[in-house]
């Protein structure tokens, strides 16, 4: 069944580094754009970056320029967050998923995508 997995999560320092992996099965993952969306405690959700199909395109929010990159191994069906200078307001937990049709920027519901991972909790703090 189509199943993306989300790891590397967990408890860092502020300006410390974390990488996130989401290993994607089940479906022909090469065509897929995919996306990186976080939600904070008691907040909704928040895009965070998309990367298209081969990888030669990304999109970042504002709020993540220049901290984070997203990158993507299709050989090995999985995506990346490399997450550096990391801040107390990226605490969250981050879900990757994946879309068939290019949406930028992405939508912020769980329905609009066409798979769904369980997510992984960063928390940043001294």
């Known amino acids: 069944q189509v199943q993306l997995v989300e790891s590397g999560g967990g408890l860092v320092q502020p300006g410390g580094s974390l990488r996130l992996s989401c290993a994607a099965s089940?479906?022909?993952?090469?065509?897929?754009?995919m996306y990186w969306v976080r939600q904070a405690p008691g907040k909704g959700l928040e895009w965070v970056s998309v990367?298209?199909?081969?990888?030669?395109?990304?999109y970042y929010a504002d709020f993540v320029k220049g901290r984070f990159t997203v990158s993507r191994d299709n050989a090995k069906n999985t995506m990346y967050l490399q997450m550096n200078s990391l801040k107390p307001e990226d605490t969250a937990v981050y879900y990757c998923?994946?879309?068939?049709?290019?949406?930028?920027?992405?939508?912020?519901?769980?329905?609009?995508?066409?798979?769904w991972g369980q997510g992984t909790q960063v928390t940043v703090s001294s």
């Open positions: 990367i298209n199909t081969g990888g030669g395109s990304t």
């Open positions: 089940g479906f022909t993952f090469s065509t897929y754009w």
């Open positions: 998923a994946a879309r068939v049709r290019r949406r930028v920027p992405p939508p912020l519901a769980k329905n609009e995508y066409d798979a």
